[in-house]
């Protein structure tokens, strides 16, 4: 049973350590005043039982007082509706806040690398990346700590509750309700329930899938080209493709940039700086993003499978991708020179590079340029000494990505997994693949 017995502690948006001074000895939560803190040690007395709750009528939550249970029904009326995506919330301030994802506002700044966020705690939480001070919340329960409290508190209702009753068949792990079940679900299977009926996108949840519609109206449409977006926030950013407007500059290179993630992304090529390092290996990261993602190969999790062959990844990006590249024929992109023909702009993007000659990656220890991204990979390793090779364990030879080993064990292993749809000819490469399917 879920209880919910405060509006601050429920509060997804919760304020830092040092206002949250109350700390629960029983469950680990934090609050502002003793008061409070007192009121919410009700829920731990053996006397304090389900006839004395306020149950939602509507969902599985439960609430100490009638205050706050008529606070939680706002989230099933449209009192405080986003207009975006039909979101509910039970305050103005919930709301207010959630539309700021809408906007693509940001009107809260680092004052070290001029990166913007929605919230000013989110900027307190990203300060810890240049001092070094990271807040850590250790589980009483067992040896995993946490950088945020949020995370610790989701933990303990995941692990060590006893209460959950819904109970994934794939992993074990429990739930406490059904929608909590139904959406974890999703991130074994992959599946998108909620079909684009004017495309082929397919969503997790009605919301996303609401939010999406708006590129196929004219809500949120460019003036220049007609592209339509799903929210302003992406029209904004789009608007300055066509000024040229770049308002976030380098300080050390003065390139710039139109949006503050791009520039905060590149001023660590100047720095050097990877904060988010992997516990299981030496390897560090740029983005926290690169380090989930990469914490996969340690436990070989990939949860989304294709059906169109044997073939599993560990993100729903990459088997989209998949498909797209290898059980797709359709090619929209095509090349202004030539006419050539493209089943992604990443790979016209390459393509261009022949007509022009363009050497985009340069090398920070010399004056050398290459064409790829590849090639500068290489140059790093070899000549500098940066980076890891990734090593044959029948031959030795060594390869500059992880792919190329992949590719190459094939080799050894006689395993050709990439078929033609046309003539059903197999090949050991996607790359292989694609340059057949260009004969059909």
Partial sequence: MKIETDSDESNEHARDDMQQRHLCTMCDKRFTTSTILKRHKLIHTAEYTAEKLHSCTQCEKHFTNQAYLNLHMNVHSSKYKCTECGKCFRNSADLNRHVLCHSGEKPFECTICSKRF??????????????????????????????????????????????????????????????DLKYHVHTHTGAKLYSCTQCEKRFPNQAYLKLHMNIHGSKYKCTECGKCFRARGGLNRHMRSHSGEKPFECGVCSKRFTVSSELVKHSRTHSGEKPYKCDLCDKAFSRSDLLYNHKRLHTGEKPYECSLCDKSFSQASNLEAHK??????????????????????????????????????????????????????VHLLKSHNEGAWFTCYVCEKKFSSSGGLKAHLACHEDRKPYVCSGCLKCFRTVFGLQRHQLKH
């Fill in 118 to 179: 929605t919230r000013s705690d989110r900027v307190s939480e990203h300060m810890t990346v240049h001092t070094g001070d990271k807040p850590t919340y250790k589980c009483s329960l067992c040896d995993k700590s946490f950088s945020r409290a949020s995370n610790l508190k989701a933990h303990k209702r995941q692990v060590h509750s006893n209460t959950g009753d819904h109970k994934c068949q794939s992993c074990g792990k429990v739930f406490k309700n059904s929608r």
């Fill in 324 to 377: 797209h590249q290898v059980h797709s024929n359709r090619r929209d992109h095509k090349c202004q020179s030539c006419g050539k023909l493209f089943k992604n702009s990443r790979d016209l993007k390459y393509h261009v590079h022949t007509h022009t000659g363009a050497k985009l990656y340069s090398c920070r220890h010399c004056s050398d340029s290459f064409t790829w991204l590849a090639q500068l990979k």
